[in-house]
């Protein structure tokens, strides 16, 4: 007899994002296993949702699920949450705080969940709570417990402004606040030797074996053994998957000796002699199976381990080469030896990029024990910090190019490493590698949608200082596009001043040029748009580069065209757009390029031309979708609105006119404040409710604001609802 059958209806698969709400669950269709108790707790206490008292009614809105480390906390919060999402209109948002380093780091990686762009300077948690206010969404921080001051601190400021918010944290400790609720995770349940039924933690097992492809069947001969395993592993998930891992290099026989004679009385040593109060056994528990496949690993394997644990967030093998090779791990083994601990369950592969790797926060702990152990923490932290050092100069110097958008992806899937390997470069000593860092990083940061990391680290940089040289112009530079974007005038003045006063002392007239994209910035800013055409404007013209100056003599011609357009010379801005658009597509950029292509449909919408408008729209949006670029998206969306408004499909046009407020609605301020652009947008609205009636505008409108970010702007792209 065979319990297979009995396996597979033990467990069951769903993907966790509704595609129709907000929100960024990640998809998972792997298997789940038991917890149908702690569900069906969790179903009740994360909803319905009650339009007066906010999601779940008068109950707690602080839930945390607690537990030791393995034990399946995220699992659990990630299932119940995708259950939920239904429950709140305004999404359900995954904040995952394991790879923050700094203390001062949470709020700001809470807004990056959200995709919150918040173009303000004052503080984050401030914008974050105002924008939150008439929200109904659930958060969930997850790993909360090497953060706890600053976790509790940000929620407790939600939960008072935002009564429509939910938080479920998971933590190995509580987050301590008034009015939180616990569910304790426990392990899932060892079976007896006679029962008729595996048990969860059997059925968990023998799914990890069966991905190991040793062959293995849960059946009347196994089941023993497993059972045994199970107990003595008391039914941590995590100690399940990496024991099950070795049949792939031992048998079943084999790996229960190990475990119920080797290991037990490894358990009963850390009983005698180790267990001085500080946690739970159930922690020694996990903490001894992990160093038990640890033992089990080749010393290479080992070493690879430990040096891994450096890495923030996700790394590839790339990265894992340059960094973790070295001495008696050859860089040419390394990506073998990554291979055999993803077949150990210590290294996990990303699901959709097979290129990338992560470590569990648990796993990731005990390497880095043992990296301290072998004295080697800050020569591998270094070699961090060096990589993603230059990682951040190549990707300057080949920004503007066709690998724009390439590039833009990797600074994304690498902000975690990025940031910190900048603070390791902040501690130490020598300013002058901070700064190279800062000015080539705060560039990235700035065109893929960080400008607040790239605020907060060049302002450190920048508070000290610093001899004048490219490095300086660049940080420079940097920080004043991040203070154009945040419409903060008197620090794009204060910066262009500075940017141009560095350039002029290098003398070089291609960073002088560049320099002045700070300074025509703030002039066009203020309404000075002659003195910034002028200032913007190169003669003869320059040659594009492909480095950062490059993008800033793009950009030049950027400012050009809206000098123009503000003006009201539709011809010359007609005309400079055409110039800049060439420009962008003989480099191969398309952050300026999308701008332009926005500029163009807006000049076909004032000549009545709407396909032509429509045309040059879905290039913009294209463009500023693949840059992570919330506030060119917002601009463009407005102008098909308008372009719809005026010539085209009016129902379109007011599902637009609600996609678009629902992007304003991340950045924090409406239109940016123009009362130009805001007034557009009121006369937009009458014209749109005149030709439809207020109740079918209203129901369009509505249509477009519940649809999640991609889901509008694939119909903003496609007109498919």
Same mark, same amino acid.
Do not use: K
């Given at each position: 007899m065979s319990w297979n059958d009995n396996v597979h209806k033990d467990v069951h698969s769903e993907v966790h994002n509704d595609v129709h709400r907000p929100g960024n669950l990640p998809a998972d269709s792997r298997v789940f296993v038991g917890r149908l108790k702690e569900l069906a707790h969790l179903d009740d206490e994360l909803g319905p949702v009650d339009d007066e008292l906010g999601p779940g009614g008068d109950r707690g809105r602080l839930l945390t699920l607690l537990g030791v480390g393995g034990v399946g906390k995220t699992r659990l919060a990630l299932r119940a949450a995708g259950r939920a999402s239904k429950t709140y209109a305004d999404g359900v948002w995954l904040v995952e705080l394991s790879a923050l380093r700094a203390r001062d780091q949470v709020p700001l990686a809470v807004m990056e969940a959200l995709r919150l762009a918040d173009r303000s300077t004052g503080s984050v948690t401030d914008a974050l709570c105002s924008w939150a206010q008439d929200k109904k969404l659930l958060l969930v921080l997850d790993s909360c417990e090497h953060l706890l001051p600053e976790c509790a601190a940000l929620v407790a400021d939600l939960l008072i402004t935002a009564p429509g918010v939910r938080i479920l944290a998971t933590s190995r400790e509580r987050l301590g606040l008034p009015g939180e609720q616990v569910l304790e995770v426990e392990p899932l349940p060892v079976g007896a030797p006679d029962s008729r039924r595996p048990a969860d933690s059997e059925t968990l097992f023998a799914q990890r074996a069966t991905r190991a492809d040793s062959g293995f069947v849960l059946d009347e001969r196994t089941r023993r053994q497993v059972g045994d395993i199970c107990r003595v592993l008391d039914g941590i998930p995590l100690a399940l998957e990496l024991a099950a891992a070795r049949l792939a290099t031992h048998g079943l026989a084999e790996l229960h000796a190990l475990l119920t004679d080797r290991l037990r009385s490894r358990f009963d040593l850390l009983a005698t002699e180790e267990r001085t109060g500080e946690g739970p056994p159930r922690h020694w528990t996990l903490r001894t199976t992990i160093g038990w496949s640890h033992e089990l690993c080749a010393p290479l394997e080992r070493l690879l381990w430990a040096r891994l644990s450096v890495f923030a967030g996700t790394f590839t093998t790339g990265a894992a080469t340059w960094v973790c090779g070295g001495g008696p791990l050859d860089a040419d083994e390394v990506r073998d030896l990554l291979l055999r601990l993803v077949q150990q369950s210590v290294v996990l592969r990303d699901p959709v990029d097979p290129d990338r790797f992560r470590l569990l926060d648990t796993i990731r702990e005990y390497g880095a024990d043992w990296l301290r152990e072998l004295d080697e923490e800050e020569a591998v932290r270094l070699r961090h910090r060096d990589h993603y050092r230059r990682f951040a100069r190549e990707a300057c110097s080949d920004w503007n190019t066709s690998r724009q958008v390439a590039w833009c992806d990797r600074v994304v899937a690498e902000h975690a490493n990025? =940031?910190?390997? *900048?603070?390791?470069?902040?501690?130490?000593?020598?300013? =002058?590698?901070?700064?190279? *860092?800062?000015?080539? @990083?705060?560039?990235?940061?700035?065109?893929?949608? *960080?400008?607040?990391?790239?605020?907060?680290?060049?302002? $450190?940089?920048?508070?000290?200082?610093?001899?004048?040289?490219?490095?300086?112009?660049?940080?420079?530079?940097? =920080?004043?596009? @991040?203070?154009?974007?945040?419409?903060?005038?008197?620090? @794009?003045?204060?910066?262009?001043?500075?940017?141009?006063?560095?350039? $002029?002392?290098?003398?070089?007239?291609?960073?002088? =040029?560049?320099?002045?994209? @700070?300074?025509?910035?703030?002039?066009?800013?203020?309404g000075r748009l002659t003195e910034a055409a002028d200032a913007l404007t190169c003669d003869p013209p320059p040659l594009i580069g492909m480095d950062w100056r490059g993008a800033a003599l793009v950009m030049n011609s950027l400012g050009v065209v809206y000098s123009h357009l503000y003006r009201g010379d539709h011809e010359k801005a007609r005309e400079a757009a055409r110039v800049t658009r060439a420009s962008s597509v003989q480099c191969g950029e398309r952050w300026a390029r999308a701008f332009v292509d926005a500029i163009l449909a807006q000049l076909d919408v004032a000549r009545g031309d709407t396909d032509a408008a429509r045309r040059n729209c879905r290039e913009a949006l294209a463009g500023h979708r693949s840059l992570h670029n919330t506030l060119g998206l917002a601009f463009t969306l407005d102008i098909l609105a308008e372009a719809e408004a005026t010539g085209g499909d009016g129902r379109f046009a007011a599902r637009v006119q609600g996609v678009s407020q629902r992007i304003w609605d991340l950045l924090g301020r409406a239109q940016m404040d123009s009362p130009q652009q805001l007034d557009a947008r009121r006369t937009r609205e009458r014209t749109l409710r005149a030709r439809l009636g207020d109740e079918a505008y209203e129901q369009a409108y509505e249509e477009g604001a519940a649809m999640s970010y991609d889901e509008g702007l694939d119909h903003a792209l496609t007109g498919e609802v």
């Open positions: 990025l =940031r910190a390997a *900048m603070d390791c470069a902040l501690a130490e000593p020598d300013s =002058r590698l901070a700064l190279e *860092m800062a000015g080539s @990083v705060g560039f990235l940061w700035r065109h893929c949608g *960080m400008p607040r990391d790239a605020q907060i680290r060049l302002d $450190r940089v920048l508070a000290e200082e610093h001899e004048p040289g490219p490095d300086l112009l660049l940080a420079v530079w940097s =920080r004043g596009a @991040v203070a154009m974007n945040q419409g903060d005038l008197a620090m @794009v003045r204060a910066w262009g001043e500075q940017c141009t006063d560095v350039a $002029r002392e290098l003398g070089d007239p291609a960073m002088i =040029r560049a320099a002045a994209y @700070v300074t025509g910035g703030y002039l066009a800013l203020v």
